[in-house]
């Protein structure tokens, strides 16, 4: 249990920092991995980009292709429809029986809705001309070059024709124009015959280009380009759209007519695929970017991350260091009282372990065991919410070892992040050493003090024996000489003379030497002035400091008790602070022994019991010490006794001279178990000033 709370506490340092180094340990010596990795990754992204972008292109361009095979084979088609219906027409001109006569305006008509055609010849079967007609829409094809010299083809065909017993193509020729142009043309020559007999022919020239003009441009010119071309590519005849651009789809349709074969080519005329030629690659690539944009930011993510955790863990080391090299103490606790936290120093300070301290609550291993109740009401009072006095306390620690050492605590409200106490953090600081400069400096004075009192005394001594000296000096002598004279029997008269003027001396001496005595005691009297009415708290509370000084460090709990309502005392307060601090003093000296452990010292002002009510107030000062032994008991007042190897034996006389002086009394008894109290008595305000008044 206890471990699995010193591990929880340990956790948001530990925890953070070795989270923090494991990341680094792993990221550092993989970093140049890592980056091939992201390279790669991005290299795949993009090979996979382009791969869906060109399939899509090509995709497209097949579709392309396609609609234009389709169109071609449409064009093919609708070319050999139209071809049938010229035959068709002819045959109904042919059947009409017409005389040359009558045939030229039937065959004007003809040529008038066939604009691709160039001139209708009727013809017989010697292939004699019986009469022709020119399309209206054109000058005379034959007007250059005469119809004489390109019969041939003609010939040819109709000879073809009366082969098939049906209509025959030529193939194609240039026809020279009187414009200095000319265009290739076609020769469809269609066998007339009249009752199983061949009779005639009848001659069609076709203009190519017309052809393609007629019946091709209107459904699929506005899209391509169209073109007869002989088998080495060369155009015969050309129209449609011609746009310039990039990129062309070709499709060749062979055309079969009787006796003649023609090529269609259609040149699809289109631009480049768009980059995003459709939806599927558009979202396609519309993800590639997504997923690159989402790749990128994350990289930017991953290098700002890792760049807050370096950031991270430097102020974490930093921070570290800092702790250590504390030589204040810190600890942290709950709201509860849990100690959360110690710093190095802290540990080092009380001997233990942060394991050992991690976790725990009141009583703390630090704590004098004698000090637990008063520090667990402090700790209550501090997890009620009160916040301790900014300066900070003092309070007594122990070490692991036993011994006990006085800090000061600066304690304060731990705020969270978020603004909310979590708990207090303190800092402690041990102030054994300043305490021990403290009290050799007090002591050092205190024996500076003491010097200069019994300097005081030698003066005074020096000055009395010196002073009396002389007169007892003389007493001496009158009195030998006076014992001698009273020795010589002779002289009576004269000797009791002498014997009476010695002893008149003796007396002057003696008075001399009387009035010596009574000036040092004038001395000490003149003191008397000087007393007041003073509290009897604020005599206790006026050697406090000093007690608390050396209760400190004696370990020793000093409990101070003043009965309510007590009167002020009269006294000279100098001197009666002096008799407290001496018996204070001497009752912790009594209890500075190892085997003597809970080290209390009261000091007690209460109505004196025996004396008259309100007149006489009572101080006891208690201790749990060693006790007074019989044989130091018979001396104990009396002046350079001590058992002390530092002592000067006369703090208990001179504080009896105090006390007496004030017309009290000093008492000690033994204290049940163990242990001395001193007693005394000092005039309460009212009956003091009356006793002292002349
Ligand atoms: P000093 O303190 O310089 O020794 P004091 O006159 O004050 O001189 O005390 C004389 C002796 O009386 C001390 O050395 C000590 O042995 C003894 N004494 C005084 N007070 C106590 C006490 N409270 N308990 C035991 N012994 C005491």
């Known amino acids: 249990m206890k471990s699995l709370s010193a591990q929880r506490a340990i956790t948001p340092w530990q925890r953070a920092l070795s989270m923090v180094r494991a990341r680094l340990d792993e990221v550092l010596p993989w970093g140049s991995g890592r980056r091939s990795l992201w390279a790669a990754l991005i290299a795949l992204v993009l090979a996979v980009l382009v791969t869906l972008v060109w399939l899509a292109g090509r995709y497209e361009a097949s579709q392309v292709q396609a609609e234009l095979e389709r169109d071609a084979t449409d064009a093919v088609n609708d070319l050999r429809g139209g071809f049938s219906r010229h035959v068709q027409s002819l045959q109904a001109l042919q059947a009409a029986h017409l005389t040359p006569d009558s045939w030229q305006p039937e065959a004007s008509t003809l040529l008038r809705n066939n604009r691709d055609w160039v001139r209708i010849e009727w013809r017989d079967k010697n292939n004699q001309l019986q009469s022709f007609a020119d399309s209206p829409f ?252 900014r300066e900070g306390f003092e309070s007594v620690f122990m070490r692991q070892d036993g011994t006990r050492f006085p800090v000061l605590i600066i304690e304060a409200p731990l705020i969270s992040v978020q603004g909310e106490q979590t708990g207090w953090m303190g800092a402690v600081i041990d102030i054994s050493e300043q305490r021990r400069i403290e009290e050799l400096s007090r002591a050092s004075q205190e024996r500076l003090q003491a010097t200069a009192r019994l300097a005081t005394v030698g003066e005074m001594a020096s000055l009395l024996s010196h002073e009396l000296n002389q007169p007892l000096a003389a007493i001496a002598s009158y009195a030998n000489g006076s014992l001698n004279l009273l020795k010589d029997p002779q002289a009576e008269t004269q000797t009791l003379s002498d014997v009476h003027m010695a002893l008149r001396r003796i007396a002057e001496q003696a008075g001399r030497a009387g009035r010596v005595i009574n000036s040092v005691h004038d001395f000490v009297r003149r003191r008397e002035q000087a007393r007041e009415a003073v509290a009897p708290q604020a005599l206790l509370e006026a050697i406090a400091p000093l007690v608390n000084l050396q209760a400190r460090k004696l370990q020793v709990r000093v409990h101070t008790r003043v009965e309510p309502r007590l009167p002020a005392v009269w006294c000279d307060r100098t001197m009666v602070e002096q008799v407290l601090l001496n018996l204070a003093r001497n009752g912790m000296q009594a209890m500075d022994r190892p085997d003597i452990e809970d080290r209390v010292l009261i000091l007690h002002a209460r109505p004196a019991a025996s004396k008259a009510e309100n007149a006489w107030v009572e101080f006891a000062v208690t201790d749990v010490g060693t006790g007074i032994e019989p044989d130091v008991e018979v001396q104990l007042f009396n002046p350079f006794f001590t058992t002390k190897a530092e002592g000067m034996g006369l703090g208990l006389s001179l504080c009896r001279t105090v006390v007496e002086q004030h017309g009290g009394h000093l008492l000690f008894e033994a204290h049940a178990p163990k242990g001395t109290v001193f007693r005394f008595t000092l005039p309460a305000e009212a009956s003091g000033k009356s006793a002292s008044s002349p």
């Open 138 to 389: 054109r000058t005379p094809a034959f007007e250059r070059i005469g119809r004489a010299e390109v019969v041939n083809e003609a010939l040819q065909t109709c000879q073809r024709a009366k082969r098939f017993n049906g209509p025959a193509y030529s193939s194609t020729y240039f026809l020279p124009q009187s414009n200095g142009l000319g265009f290739e043309v076609m020769e469809l020559c269609l066998p007339v015959t009249q009752i199983g007999e061949l009779v005639g022919y009848t001659v069609v020239t076709f203009s190519l280009q017309e052809v393609l003009n007629e019946r091709l441009v209107a459904s699929f010119g506005r899209r391509n380009e169209l073109s007869f071309i002989e088998p080495d590519g060369t155009r015969l005849a050309i129209a449609g759209t011609q746009r310039r651009e990039r990129r062309i789809f070709t499709a060749q349709q062979l055309l079969d007519l009787p006796g003649n074969t023609l090529l269609l080519r259609m040149d699809g005329r289109r631009g480049e695929p768009d980059l995003f030629p459709n939806v599927l690659t558009a979202l396609v690539t519309g993800m590639s970017i997504a997923l690159i944009t989402v790749m990128i930011l994350l990289a930017k993510d991953s290098r700002r991350r890792l760049k807050a955790e370096r950031d991270l863990a430097d102020a974490l080391a930093f921070r570290k260091a800092m702790e250590d090299s504390l030589v204040t103490g810190l600890r942290a606790r709950d709201l509860k009282g849990h100690i959360t936290y110690v710093n190095p120093a802290f540990c080092q300070m009380v001997g233990w372990e942060a394991e050992a301290l991690i976790g725990k609550n009141a009583p703390m291993p630090y704590w004098p065991p004698e000090m637990v109740d008063e520090y667990q009401q402090r700790q209550a009072i501090r997890l009620a919410g009160n916040a301790p006095p």
